[in-house]
């Protein structure tokens, strides 16, 4: 689903209209990336998660020519879903009208 058929639904499921979900979700992504960043963990209740996680340098290998080359330290952001998104997914997906 793209940003844009997800706004529809939102739009139609909240009877709010499209614009105010496209600010409101554009602001929600903004504020969730500035947090993370940083280094705050961000908890949305029914959804899960977001952190920043840190990698450890490690070595790596260059697939073209086999060389070994050093991996730096870096950072990745890490999703967990909750355990009530999770129970979500097992359902069976709901029947599409006729």
Same mark, same amino acid.
């Given at each position: 689903? %793209?940003?844009?058929?997800?706004? *529809?639904?939102?739009?139609?499921?909240?009877?709010?209209? =499209?614009?105010?979900?496209?600010?409101?979700? %554009?602001?929600?992504?903004? @504020?969730? *990336?500035?947090?993370?960043?940083? &280094?705050?963990?961000?908890?949305?209740?029914?959804? &899960?998660?977001?952190?920043?996680?840190?990698?450890? !340098?490690? $070595?790596?290998?260059?697939?073209? @020519?086999?060389?070994?080359?050093?991996? !730096?330290? =870096?950072?990745?952001?890490?999703?967990? $879903?909750?355990?009530?998104?999770?129970?979500?997914? %097992?359902?069976? $997906? !709901?029947?599409? $009208? *006729?």
């Amino acid at each position: 689903m %793209k940003k844009k058929e997800l706004v *529809a639904k939102v739009s139609a499921r909240s009877k709010v209209s =499209g614009i105010a979900v496209n600010r409101v979700i %554009k602001s929600l992504v903004k @504020t969730i *990336a500035e947090s993370v960043h940083a &280094g705050e963990k961000v908890t949305l209740s029914g959804l &899960g998660t977001f952190r920043m996680k840190t990698r450890k !340098p490690k $070595p790596a290998r260059n697939l073209q @020519t086999g060389e070994t080359v050093h991996l !730096p330290e =870096g950072k990745k952001v890490s999703f967990k $879903p909750s355990l009530s998104f999770k129970r979500l997914l %097992k359902q069976p $997906p !709901p029947s599409l $009208p *006729a």
